[in-house]
């Protein structure tokens, strides 16, 4: 919940942050996100619940979240890259703990997995042959059943079933597909998905199942497999297209209020003058702006809050800065050195994604990486 003016004011103050006065604050929640891991995997049980933690756990700091989550009892995290995979490595160094990389290696990079405990989601035939050649240890296999991105087609199912020299030298952890759809409960497109995958699979090695991500684990059943891996969840974002959001905020992107303008004749706002501000009325310019990762397109299209109160953004949002209408508040309630609420509690995350056109997962992985980064609970940076 955005503070009254002054803890606002002091909140920035609290970090170890080098500028004690950032112009954005990305404040984390880890004990929301803990909460967050518990819904979901009590959803998913008796699966195991894995956890998503590619692209800097979604912006909002591998090590921090990684962390956390291992606390929790997490002991199986998927990265999209090597140099993610490495990194998480990094922090969590007992071998017990899996990390999965969705891409798989690139050629020649099979010895580092192995050398680094990675496990890879192999996509292709070309990757099976390079890692069986490499010699015997655990993947997953992924089969692609109604996406078109990574994965074995129908086609190459059947070809690798004909090839006993790969599969014997397969230690296939997970067989794995990844839902379309699973956003959208009603769509057709989910229980077929369900049904290629089974029919898939039987052509290989009995193996473990995992399908779910975060839409999967609230569908159930059948869409979860043995393993889920849920990525938005956990962060805030709602899971599924439409309806109320089932999981709990976990971020809060606040922004300093760098000016107030006392509007006393007409005046228009911003780059191609698309606002024209009315006296008397009050105007509060923010230090953030679309180099920070907040949409240009919000110019005119969404809010910011303070102390609960909705602010209109007016004007376009340019590279540093976004101009605020605060003329909703008492002139002695918002002054500069404020921060008002971008994103958080008052104005969701998902309503921000609509108002920009796009899905929480791009809001999320856009935050730059100027935007002060603090979190609220304890992440314990002790290593495992």
């Known amino acids: 919940?955005?503070?009254?003016?002054?803890?606002?004011?002091?909140?920035?103050?609290?970090?170890?942050?080098?500028?004690?006065?950032?112009?954005?604050?990305l404040v984390v929640d880890l004990d929301a996100l803990a909460r967050n891991y518990a819904k979901l995997r009590g959803l998913a049980a008796p699966a195991e619940c894995a956890a998503?933690?590619?692209?800097?756990?979604?912006?909002?700091?591998?090590?921090?979240?990684?962390?956390?989550?291992?606390?929790?009892?997490?002991r199986r995290f998927f990265v999209a890259t090597e140099a993610e995979g490495l990194a998480l490595r990094g922090l969590l160094p007992d071998a017990r703990t899996r990390i999965y990389v969705f891409g798989g290696p690139d050629d020649g990079a099979e010895r580092a997995f192995r050398e680094a405990g990675l496990v890879p989601v192999l996509n292709s035939l070309a990757q099976i042959e390079r890692w069986v050649r490499a010699g015997p240890s655990r993947a997953v296999l992924h089969v692609d059943t109604g996406m078109s991105r990574l994965g074995?087609?129908?086609?190459?199912?059947?070809?690798?079933?004909?090839?006993?020299?790969?599969?014997?030298?397969?230690?296939?952890?997970?067989?794995?597909?990844?839902?379309?759809?699973?956003?959208e409960p009603a769509h057709a497109l989910n229980g077929r998905q369900i049904e290629a995958f089974d029919r898939l699979r039987r052509a290989l090695p009995a193996a473990k199942t995992s399908i779910g991500n975060s839409a999967g684990i609230l569908l159930g059943g059948?869409?979860?497999?043995?393993?889920?891996?849920?990525?938005?969840?956990?962060?805030?974002?709602?899971?599924?297209?439409?309806?109320?959001?089932?999981?709990?905020?976990?971020?809060?992107?606040?922004?300093?209020?760098?000016q107030i303008r006392e509007v006393t004749e007409t005046t228009t706002v911003g780059y191609?003058?698309?606002?024209?501000?009315?006296?008397?009325?009050?105007?509060?310019?923010?230090?953030?702006?679309?180099?920070?990762?907040?949409?240009?397109?919000?110019?005119?299209?969404?809010?910011?809050?303070?102390?609960?109160?909705?602010?209109?953004?007016?004007?376009?949002?340019?590279?540093?800065?976004?101009?605020?209408?605060?003329?909703?508040?008492?002139p002695e309630q918002l002054g500069v050195g404020d921060y008002v609420e971008l994103l958080g509690p008052t104005v969701g995350l998902d309503e921000v994604a609509a108002a920009a056109g796009t899905i929480s997962y791009e809001?999320?992985?856009?935050?730059?990486?100027r935007i002060a980064r603090r979190y609220v609970g304890s992440a314990d940076a002790r290593r495992p």
């Not at 998503?52 to 997490?74: I, N, Q, S, T």
């Not at 297209?241 to 976990?250: F, L, Q």
């Not at 540093?320 to 008492?330: E, G, K, M, N, V």
């Open 1 to 25: 919940m955005t503070a009254t003016r002054g803890e606002a004011a002091a909140r920035p103050a609290e970090s170890g942050a080098s500028d004690p006065k950032p112009t954005a604050v």
């Open 52 to 74: 998503v933690v590619k692209a800097d756990a979604y912006g909002l700091g591998l090590g921090p979240v990684a962390l956390r989550l291992f606390r929790e009892g997490c």
């Open 152 to 183: 074995l087609s129908a086609a190459d199912v059947g070809a690798l079933a004909a090839r006993r020299d790969l599969v014997r030298g397969l230690d296939i952890e997970y067989v794995m597909t990844h839902l379309a759809c699973a956003d």
């Open 222 to 258: 059948r869409h979860c497999g043995d393993l889920v891996r849920p990525g938005i969840g956990l962060y805030g974002g709602n899971p599924l297209s439409a309806g109320p959001n089932p999981m709990e905020p976990v971020v809060r992107l606040e922004g300093r209020v760098l």
């Open 272 to 330: 191609g003058a698309t606002y024209s501000a009315e006296p008397p009325s009050r105007l509060a310019v923010v230090g953030v702006g679309y180099a920070d990762g907040y949409p240009r397109c919000l110019g005119n299209r969404c809010a910011a809050a303070y102390a609960g109160t909705r602010l209109p953004v007016v004007g376009r949002v340019s590279m540093d800065l976004l101009c605020l209408d605060a003329s909703a508040l008492p």
């Open 363 to 369: 809001v999320l992985t856009g935050l730059g990486r």
